[in-house]
Every structure is written in structure tokens, then in C-alpha cells.
């Protein structure tokens, strides 16, 4: 149930002071969404304690959990107007809005959060891991393997020219090979997972179907609706880009003292110095 509802619903049994905040946070959500106890306390005009009682007297367990439903309803209001507001966008400004939408499809997917953790313990305790795309999905393999050789060690991308050959090699059951695939399926990207296949790795593929030859070699399969060019079938790669650094960000978060110290000790060695801000990963 959203904020508002749930204000709407129990404003009787508020003290004078909640309905203070209660008001000022109906008419100013993405404000309150988006700051302190003490910043919301201070636009409605009473006490810091005042608006933590509000978050109980509405049935929260604690502000944080109160703002997080402020967040997710302003989400959902955005996500609503740009729906709304398609009839009146150029053919630009809706492609960008259907682009909008699968994000927010995707953010929904990962409400529960169960196969995303699964893949990161998984990728977090391989011994190797080993990332394939061809094509469209150059760029997110590419970035990926990048994100996840910041974190960890031993992450190979393969590509034609041998490079990777090696150590796609030296793949076993205790390695992760991760296979990004979508329309139109590149015979390269299936022939390296069905040589793979026969090390005996764990194999996931994010790709925009199950039957996709490359999803039914896997063992996981996380899929991701695609926006296509219809003239030009060319993908647009975004949701995969952002479900790649949800995944990165997972990983991290299974082994996370080993990957901020892989990322202090030995990335650090490859920037000038001063230029990686480290604080971001604490």
C-alpha cells in the first residue's frame, strides 16, 4: 500500500504534530523521498522525533523502511506519467519512455532477489570465470568482464583472435562461464558454450528467452526483454547494462572484503594515482 493510502487511512488517529508531517509529506513526496528525518522535520515545522513517530504510527517497523516506500511510490508515480504522457512525445521521447519502462520492469523483477544472490555466490567462488558476446552483446560482455575483474580474480572474456583461448582452457565444474545472448543469436557466442559445456562449468546465460538454443545448454537463465530497432533489428542494450552492474554490485557483496581489497591492492596500481575514488566501494 502506498504512503499516501496509508496516511489517508489512519490520518484520524494521528496527534496534531503527525498530521503536521503527514500533510507536508503527501504534498512534497519525492522531497521527503529523498532526505533526512531531520531535513523533512524541519520543512513541516516540528520535532525529528515527531516524524519517526509518524513512520511507527503508520505501520512501518522504521523510517528507513517508511522512506524506502516513499521512493518506491515515487517510482511508480514517474513511471505512471511516462505512460500517460506517450500520446504527447516525438518518436524520440517515446522510444526513451519504452526504454524507461523495461528499467522499471527490470527493478520490479529484482523484488525478490533470490536468483540474483544465487548467481553471485556462484560467481563469487568460481575459480574462473569465463564471459562470452558476440556482436550487440560485445559491449556488455566487454563491460562485465571488466566490472567483474575489478572485484575478483581470474575473469577471462573471450574474443576471436585467440584471445581467451587459453584460458578457456583451464575451465572446469568449479568454473562459471556467463553467455550473453539475444536476437539475433550469434552461432558464435552457442558454439563456445557448447564447447565449454563439455568442462563442465556452471553456465548462465542473460539472453530475452528460454529457448534460445544458448539458454537450454545453460543451467541458469536470466531473461531480459529487449527494445529492437524493427529497420535495423539493432538492440538497444540498456536494461542488460544495468542488470550487468546489479550482478557486478552482487557480487561484490558475497565476498565483499576480498573485492575491496583486489580493488584497493591491484586496480589501484593500473589509474594514476589519486584518480580511484575508493569511498564509493566502502
Known sequence: MSVCKKIQERYDELSKAQKK???YIAEHLEFAAMKTTVKISQAAGVSETTVIRLAYSLGYD????????????????????????????????????????RLLDLRDKLADPGQLHDLAARIAAADHV??????????????????LDTIRPNVHYYRENNVGFREM??????SVVIAISFRPYSP??????????????????????????VGQLSDEVVT???????????????PVLAYCQVLMTAVKDAD?????YRVRNVQSQLVQPGALTLHNWE
Open 21 to 23: 508531517v503527514a500533510d
Open 62 to 101: 522504521s523510517f528507513s523502511a517508511f522512506q524506502a516506500q516513499m521512493q518506491e511510490d515515487v517510482l511508480e508515480n514517474n513511471r505512471s506519467r511516462h505512460i500517460e504522457n506517450q500520446g504527447e512525445q516525438n518518436e524520440y521521447q517515446k522510444m526513451l519512455s519504452r526504454e524507461i519502462t
Open 130 to 147: 569465463m564471459v562470452f558476446g558476440y556482436y550487440g552483446e560485445h559491449t556488455a560482455a566487454y563491460q562485465l568482464f571488466f566490472m
Open 169 to 174: 582452457a583451464e575451465l572446469n565444474p568449479r
Open 188 to 213: 558464435g557466442t552457442l558454439e563456445l558454450v557448447q564447447q565449454s559445456k563439455g568442462k563442465g562449468p556452471y553456465l548462465i546465460a542473460i539472453t530475452d528467452s528460454i529457448l534460445n538454443p
Open 224 to 238: 531480459i526483454p529487449l527494445e529492437q530497432d524493427a529497420e535495423t533489428g539493432i538492440n538497444s542494450m540498456a
Open 256 to 260: 565483499r572484503e576480498e573485492a575491496l
